[in-house]
Nanobody, 124 residues
Framework: QVQLVESGGGLVQAGGSLRLSCAAS????????MGWFRQAPGKDREFVAA????????FYTDSVKGRFTISRDNAKNTAYLQMSSLKPEDTANYYC?????????????????WGQGTQVTVSS
């Protein structure tokens, strides 16, 4: 199993930036894909970004393309979500997810392991 812990959330003004981190522990010796999802109050959890094991492939939901960048450092067992030009509609609890595979995953039900989330609030 993989345990995931997110950090880096907080309150930021519109137009600002934040970098989220997701630290993995446990059975990190196997290859695993990682992704970020978010859930705003009263809404379903939605896909944000994903990265494959090597880091060579990434995928984003349309609303964050050009503003968010997902990356990973396998030596540190950590994934990142760099968020720039933040908008109030980006306000949500952000979750990191992982699953043992080398390919990129974009669907929520494809991920087996989840963190507890970190809150991002963007003020207007």
């Amino acid at each position: 199993q993989v345990q995931l812990v997110e950090s880096g959330g907080g309150l930021v003004q519109a137009g600002g930036s934040l970098r989220l981190s997701c630290a993995a522990s446990g059975r990190t010796g196997r290859s695993y894909a990682m992704g970020w999802f978010r859930q705003a109050p009263g809404k379903d959890r939605e896909f944000v970004a994903a990265i494959n094991w090597s880091g060579g492939k990434t995928f984003y939901t349309d609303s964050v393309k050009g503003r968010f960048t997902i990356s990973r450092d396998n030596a540190k067992n950590t994934a990142y979500l760099q968020m720039s030009s933040l908008k109030p509609e980006d306000t949500a609890n952000y979750y990191c997810a992982a699953s043992y595979t080398i390919v990129i995953l974009t669907a929520e039900d494809e991920y087996d392991y989840w963190g507890q989330g970190t809150q991002v609030t963007v003020s207007s």
